[in-house]
């Protein structure tokens, strides 16, 4: 695998961590603008996730990787992302696919006793194409 640097948030969070995963997913867009995306076709995903907190959990994690993966790659892993009722819209663009994923993430955090917190969401649809999500102050369960 490719070592990847991602843009950096710039955060006072004593700890950081990021995970890649890959997902392979398709979609369509269902909106009149969207050209040959509105045809039914698939992606390799490139995510990353940036989760950053003050305290580690009992065993010494932020958070386990595996519950990010889980999160992820065990929901959405070869399944046709206009059939989850997130993207009821018909609207899976990278972009609210990103925001989603964050929604998702921060949700699953935020019942953690230790509250780390994800900071920003990169989905990379293509080798030439991505979308980055990153909350707003207050947007935090």
């Not at 991602?6 to 890959?22: A, G, I, S, T, W």
């Not at 993207?87 to 955090?109: C, I, K, M, S």
């Not at 509250?115 to 947007?139: F, M, N």
Request: hydrophobic share 35%; aromatic share 12%.
């Amino acid at each position: 695998m490719l070592q990847q640097f991602y843009p950096q948030v710039f955060h006072d969070f004593r700890y950081e961590l990021n995970k890649d995963m890959q997902i392979a997913a398709a979609h369509f867009i269902d909106h009149k603008d969207a050209g040959q995306c509105r045809e039914t076709h698939g992606h390799t995903y490139f995510i990353n996730l940036t989760i950053a907190g003050d305290n580690l959990d009992d065993s010494g994690f932020l958070v386990n990787f595996k519950v990010l993966k889980d999160e992820i790659h065990g929901m959405y892993d070869h399944t046709l992302l206009n059939d989850h009722s997130s993207f009821e819209d018909g609207l899976p663009t990278t972009e609210v696919v990103a925001r989603q994923f964050w929604e998702q993430v921060d949700n699953r955090l935020a019942v953690l006793e230790n509250r780390p917190y994800c900071l920003q969401v990169i989905v990379r649809e293509t080798p030439t194409s991505y979308a980055i999500y990153r909350p707003k102050r207050g947007d935090h369960r």
